[in-house]
C-alpha cells in the first residue's frame, strides 16, 4: 500500500526559503499512471492546490505561487520535494503530498498525513 | 481561476440522518469534479472522482451527482465516522477546492 511522508523544517523565517520533500513507500513515483502533488490548508482554512510534477520532470503549477515555486523530483530517491521562496506569513500551513491520479479526474488519492510549516521570525 | 462554492458551510444532522452537499462552479465544468472528506486533523480523503464514481472501498451510503456547474454529495444514513468536513475540488482548470462544508453532530 502506498504511503507518503512529508519531512522538512517546521519554522521557516519570512523571505526565507521553504523547502519540503515527499517520500514514497509502497509504491514508485516513476509509473505512468500518476503525477505527484502538493496541497496547503492554512489553519482553519480551506485547500489550496500548490503543484503537480510528473516523474520526467514535467510540471504543473498552480499560477497564483508559479513564481516562487519549484517541485522537482528524485525517481532514484523515489521522492518529490517543493521548494517555495520569499515566505511571508501566509504561507503558514499545513503541508500535504498527494499522488495525483489524472486519470481519476486529477483527483488526489493517496495522501501523506501532512506537516504543518509556520512562518514567523 | 474557476471558483468552487460549497452550501452550506456547516450544518448540523443525526446519525442515520439523510444528509445532502451542494457545490457549485462559476462556470461549467462538466463532470470534472471530485469529492474528499476530512476528518479533524487529518489528511483528507477521495470520496468521488469525475462528479459521480465511488472509489473502492468508500462506503455505498455516499452517492454523488451533477455536471455542468452544480453537484451534489448525499450521504444516505449519516455513521459516526461521517462527522467531518467536505471538500468539492473541480479539475476542469487549474485544480480549486470548494470551501467546504462541516457536518456536526446534532
Known amino acids: 500500500q502506498l504511503q507518503l511522508q512529508e519531512s522538512g523544517p517546521g519554522l521557516v523565517k519570512p523571505s526565507e526559503n521553504l523547502s519540503l520533500t515527499c517520500i514514497a513507500s509502497?509504491?514508485?513515483?516513476?509509473?505512468?499512471?500518476?503525477?505527484w502533488g502538493w496541497i496547503r490548508q492554512a489553519p482553519g482554512r480551506g485547500l489550496e492546490y500548490i503543484g503537480s510534477?510528473?516523474?520526467?520532470?514535467?510540471?504543473y503549477y498552480n499560477p497564483s505561487l508559479k513564481s516562487r515555486l519549484t517541485i522537482s523530483v528524485d525517481t532514484s530517491e523515489n521522492q518529490f520535494s517543493l521548494k517555495l521562496s520569499s515566505v511571508t506569513a501566509t504561507d503558514t500551513a499545513v503541508y500535504y503530498c498527494?499522488?495525483?491520479?489524472?486519470?481519476?479526474?486529477?483527483?488526489?488519492?493517496?495522501w501523506g498525513q501532512g506537516t504543518l510549516v509556520t512562518v514567523s521570525s | 481561476d474557476i471558483q468552487m462554492t460549497q452550501s452550506p458551510s456547516s450544518l448540523s444532522a443525526s446519525v442515520g440522518d439523510r444528509v445532502t452537499i451542494t457545490c457549485r462552479a462559476s462556470?461549467?465544468?462538466?463532470?470534472?469534479l471530485n469529492w474528499y472528506q476530512q476528518q479533524p486533523g487529518k489528511a483528507p480523503k477521495l470520496l468521488i472522482y469525475?462528479?459521480?464514481t465511488l472509489p473502492s472501498g468508500v462506503p455505498s451510503r455516499f452517492s454523488a451527482r451533477g455536471s455542468g456547474t452544480d453537484f451534489s454529495l448525499t450521504i444516505s444514513s449519516l455513521q459516526p465516522e461521517d462527522f467531518a468536513t467536505y471538500y468539492c475540488?473541480?479539475?476542469?482548470?487549474?485544480?480549486?477546492f470548494g470551501g467546504g462544508t462541516k457536518v456536526e453532530i446534532k
Open positions: 498527494a499522488r495525483h491520479s489524472y486519470n481519476w479526474s486529477d483527483s488526489f488519492d493517496h
Open positions: 475540488q473541480q479539475s476542469y482548470s487549474t485544480l480549486t
Open positions: 462556470r461549467s465544468i462538466s463532470t470534472h
Open positions: 509502497g509504491g514508485s513515483i516513476s509509473s505512468t499512471s500518476y503525477y
Open positions: 510534477i510528473y516523474y520526467r520532470g514535467n510540471t
Open positions: 469525475s462528479a459521480s
